[in-house]
């Protein structure tokens, strides 16, 4: 149980593009989403913190224009990466919990390449 | 400020024990985690302390002090598949995970 799926994979874009990877709860309701992105051999960076029905909760430095998040129902979330830039290539992970958990469930990952 | 401690780098010999420390400091604590995180991949629980005191799950077990801010994570029988990134996280009093910056853990035959 407590599976997450996000799509795509792996996604390469021309800059000034925009491009939209989903994250899917397929066995649990998350109330909570998260987004992360990971540069090479550095940690986890939490972007925003997304709750079923209501806005996101964006991290200091990150750019909530730029960085679009999407949580509409209880079993996806949406980040949309806008004008994107070579800067933003990055590893994009989704996390989510249901109500009352303390654990998060990672998604497999997005590896984003803008050239 | 908040902060979480582990080394950057570590090595150990296939088939031997290592121990992973974990320091921290944070606004509130409501339980510690490890996280397994092998190259291009996302993390993958390992375990979850909330009490002082030490789980053991197979080869991995997970040690908790709350008075000392500290925790560690044994790895015995190392294995090859063993060699990754060990993220140390503790859940702050906002429910929201502080994650430490990782510990790669080289295994050598």
């Known amino acids: 149980g407590a599976v997450v799926s996000q799509h795509p994979s792996r996604v390469i874009c021309k800059s000034g593009t925009s491009v939209k990877i989903e994250c899917r709860s397929l066995?649990?309701?998350?109330?909570?989403m998260f987004w992360y992105r990971q540069f090479p051999k550095q940690s986890l960076m939490l972007m925003a913190t997304?709750?079923?029905?209501?806005?996101?909760?964006?991290e200091q430095g990150v750019e909530k224009d730029k960085f679009l998040i999407n949580h509409a129902s209880l079993t996806l979330s949406t980040l949309t990466v806008t004008s994107a830039h070579p800067e933003d290539s990055s590893f994009y992970i989704c996390?989510?919990?249901?109500?009352?958990?303390?654990?998060?469930?990672f998604g497999p990952g997005t590896r984003l390449t803008v050239t | 400020g908040q902060n979480i401690d582990q080394p950057t780098e570590m090595t150990a010999t296939e088939g031997a024990i290592v121990q992973i420390n974990c320091t921290y400091q944070?606004?509130?604590?409501?339980?510690l985690f490890w996280y397994q995180q092998h190259a291009g991949e996302a993390p993958t629980f390992l375990s979850y302390?909330?009490l002082d005191g030490l789980e053991e799950k197979g080869r991995f077990s997970s040690f908790l002090s709350r008075s000392k801010g500290y925790s560690y994570l044994l790895l015995k029988e190392l294995q090859m598949k063993d060699s990754a990134s060990y993220l140390c996280?503790?859940?702050?009093?906002?429910?929201?995970?502080?994650w430490g910056a990782g510990t790669k853990l080289i295994i050598k035959p």
């Open positions: 996390s989510a919990k249901g109500q009352g958990d303390y654990e998060q469930y």
């Open positions: 066995d649990f309701q998350a109330t909570t």
């Open positions: 997304s709750n079923e029905g209501s806005k996101a909760t964006y």
């Open positions: 944070t606004s509130g604590f409501n339980g």
């Open positions: 302390n909330v």
């Open positions: 996280a503790v859940l702050d009093s906002n429910y929201q995970l502080i």
